[in-house]
């Protein structure tokens, strides 16, 4: 997926859930992610993230930990 675009689609998600108290709305964001978006998706996200070029809403970077992992194949 084209870089910009995820950024997009995941501060949409973002955006969505910040009207919640902070925690919630983090979790949201993680739970949504992590139920919604292909293991390809949020591997990019992680990746993304790890090399901090990315303008990720504040609320992507607080539920990154709590996204679920991709699990490296063999």
């Known amino acids: 997926m084209a870089p ?3 950024v ?3 501060n949409q998600i ?5 009207s919640q108290p902070e925690n919630e709305a983090a979790e949201g964001v993680a739970n949504h992610i992590s139920d919604f978006w292909e ?3 949020r591997k ?3 990746d993304m993230i790890a090399e901090g070029n990315a303008d990720f ?3 992507v970077l607080k539920a ?3 996204i679920r992992k ?3 194949d063999a």
Do not use: C, N
């Open 70 to 72: 991709v699990k490296e």
């Open 64 to 66: 990154a930990p709590k």
């Open 57 to 59: 809403h504040p609320l």
């Open 39 to 41: 293991p390809r998706m």
């Open 8 to 10: 997009y689609m995941a």
């Open 14 to 18: 973002a955006t969505f859930f910040k």
């Open 44 to 46: 990019q996200l992680f």
């Open 4 to 6: 910009d675009k995820l």
